[in-house]
């Protein structure tokens, strides 16, 4: 009887979604290490690669800006962006709690009024802290923004360089062939 409610039940099938992602972390896998004999994508000048230049794409990741220079984009530039992200994320739930904070300190320091508990020599208040810390994370936050606004604004010169590299060299070589 016991066996019979333990007996393992078969595996369902993959959802579309999970296959995906399976199949995005499987070529990840493959693609974390450029192969020994190919040249860098950064390798300059142009006369030492072989092709035309590749324009690179400003990418937005929910307000990080990043170069996407290839598809897929490697799985050490995804890490990075997935930390940035998880460490913005936090410091928005932590500022949604010390904001519900902050009001649950308002309420102590009423109470403390109301029973007369709250002496001369005290040196804060309930929501002085948690005001402090407040303050922090938001300074924190649009620290953050700033920064990669900034380094949005150097990545996009730097992709209309590269188009006006691109363009030049494309002149360039149309003048080449119709001699």
Not at 8 to 15: E, F, G, L, Q, R
Not at 85 to 95: G, T
Not at 139 to 167: F, G, H, P
């Amino acid at each position: 009887m016991q066996r019979e409610i333990n007996r393992p039940k078969p595996p369902s099938p993959m959802s579309p979604r999970a296959a995906r992602k399976q199949e995005t972390l499987l070529f990840e896998k493959q693609t974390q290490q450029r192969h020994p004999n190919t040249p860098s994508i950064l390798s300059r000048p142009n006369l030492e690669i072989s092709g035309k230049r590749h324009v690179p794409v400003l990418v937005n990741a929910r307000g990080i800006p990043f170069l996407r220079l290839k598809k897929p984009q490697p799985k050490n530039l995804s890490g990075v962006i997935r930390a940035k992200l998880e460490k913005r994320w936090n410091r928005i739930v932590l500022r949604e709690r010390l904001q519900t904070d902050l009001l649950f300190a308002k309420d102590e320091e009423a109470w403390d009024r109301i029973t007369g508990i709250t002496s001369e020599r005290e040196s804060g208040t309930w929501s002085e802290a948690v005001k402090t810390a407040l303050d922090s994370v938001r300074a924190k936050i649009i620290e953050t923004d700033q920064q990669n606004r900034e380094m949005a604004e150097k990545m996009w010169n730097i992709v209309l360089q590269e188009r006006k590299l691109a363009e030049e060299e494309q002149q360039k070589q149309a003048e080449g062939k119709s001699p």
